[in-house]
């Protein structure tokens, strides 16, 4: 009774915690197998999504499934050992059969016509990032647009795999190698993380800024700088001339807005005395492409404050910008009515 009311306030927190709690309660005291198993798959189905509880997640889901052996209603067996399975994947406690498991299980479904659910659309998006890994641009996108696919399907629909899914595929598009369709790729990569960005209310601080929706802007910004570099492959190479992607147009979607009328503000960027990024070394050597995504704050002309919010692992670029950050002053004050409580912009390169 407590977890349905903590449920219908929208209380996600105390859910977990009544959910949990009866579980364990009748784990301890009763001996109705079905009752335990119907409360252990509720827990199951709530903790999943929340990185902090996915280990008693995977504990639920199983034992679930060993409860479960004979029909017990309110719990279906299939989305069960695809919930469990999907974690087992996102904690990487497997090698590729468990994957491998997960996604003929789902195809089934498919085949099955069984409705989208929760648990379906989340497994979907995991596959994605996990091939995503595996360098299997190819498979990540199509199991992201999967993932999509579900995740619209729900009433209401799952923001949360909407988000990740949007994101993988473009991911994707922008990392695969050049060819024939790459640019028209690129135009439909950058068209989802904007989609994806779109589902974001603004961010108001640095501290607590979405780290899903730092990933989509920092994606964004690569695939402008992927489209770039094509086009200047194309005029060297004198092939059709590209059109170049627009760089993100403005951060005025998830940065708070201070005043309604900023009419006459220039960018900060025409006050900054900004030196241009030492490339490290390290990505000159693996030729990748590299985006950092950043936030600052400013107090009279000087940067007071830095932070990195997204960056592609690997290269060396966050330890390059933040050495860069560290030199930028303004010329002038920023006007006071203009201010914004902090800023954001990229560094971009391709190697």
Do not use: C
């Given at each position: 009774r407590a977890f349905v009311a903590a449920q219908q306030r929208g209380d996600v927190g105390a859910a977990l915690k009544h959910a949990e709690a009866a579980w364990?309660?009748?784990?301890?005291?009763?001996?109705?197998?079905?009752?335990?198993?119907?409360l252990a798959y509720n827990f199951a189905r709530l903790a999943t999504v929340y990185s902090e509880t996915q280990a008693q997640a995977?504990?639920?889901?199983?034992?679930?499934?060993?409860?479960?052996?004979?029909?017990?209603?309110?719990?279906d067996r299939h989305?069960?050992?695809?919930?469990?399975?999907?974690?087992?994947?996102?904690?990487?406690?497997?090698?590729?059969t468990v994957a491998d498991r997960l996604a003929q299980e789902l195809i089934n479904l498919g085949e099955s016509a069984s409705p989208a659910t929760d648990l379906s659309a989340q497994a979907w998006a995991t596959l994605a990032e996990n091939q995503l890994q595996r360098e299997n641009?190819?498979?990540?996108?199509?199991?992201?647009?999967?993932?999509?696919?579900?995740?619209?399907a729900l009433q209401p629909a799952n923001k949360r795999v909407l988000v990740q899914g949007l994101t993988t595929a473009a991911i994707a598009d922008i990392q695969?190698?050049?060819?024939?369709?790459?640019?028209?790729?690129?135009?439909?990569?950058?068209?989802?993380?904007?989609?994806a960005i779109d589902l974001f209310p603004a961010q108001t601080s640095l501290d607590d800024f979405d780290p899903r929706l730092a990933?989509?802007?920092?994606?964004?910004?690569?695939?402008?700088?992927?489209?770039?570099?094509?086009?200047?492959?194309?005029?060297?190479?004198?092939?059709?001339k590209q059109t170049p992607l627009p760089a993100f147009p403005t951060w005025s979607k998830v940065l708070p807005r201070e005043r309604s009328d900023t009419d006459g503000c220039r960018p900060l960027g025409d006050y900054l005395e900004s030196k241009p990024l030492r490339?490290?070394?390290?990505?000159?050597?693996?030729?990748?492409?590299?985006?950092?995504?950043?936030?600052?704050?400013?107090?009279?002309?000087?940067i007071t404050r830095s932070v990195i919010l997204a960056e592609q692992q690997g290269a060396g670029f966050a330890d390059a910008t933040?050495?860069?950050?560290?030199?930028?002053?303004?010329?002038?004050?920023?006007?006071?009515q203009c201010a914004q409580r902090f800023y954001l912009t990229t560094a971009s390169f391709l190697f």
């Open positions: 364990n309660a009748a784990e301890q005291t009763l001996g109705d197998h079905a009752t335990t198993a119907v995977l504990a639920a889901f199983e034992r679930t499934l060993q409860l479960s052996q004979q029909p017990i209603e309110g719990i989305q069960a050992q695809i919930g469990r399975d999907e974690l087992i994947v996102r904690l990487g406690d497997s090698d590729s641009r190819e498979l990540a996108r199509e199991y992201a647009l999967q993932a999509v696919a579900h995740a619209e695969a190698p050049m060819r024939g369709d790459s640019d028209e790729r690129l135009g439909e990569a950058a068209l989802r993380l904007e989609r990933r989509a802007l920092l994606w964004r910004q690569a695939a402008a700088t992927v489209s770039r570099s094509r086009d200047r492959i194309a005029k060297r190479e004198r092939r059709p490339y490290p070394r390290q990505a000159r050597r693996l030729g990748k492409i590299g985006s950092v995504l950043f936030g600052f704050e400013v107090e009279g002309t000087r933040e050495q860069m950050l560290a030199e930028w002053t303004l010329r002038e004050p920023y006007p006071e």
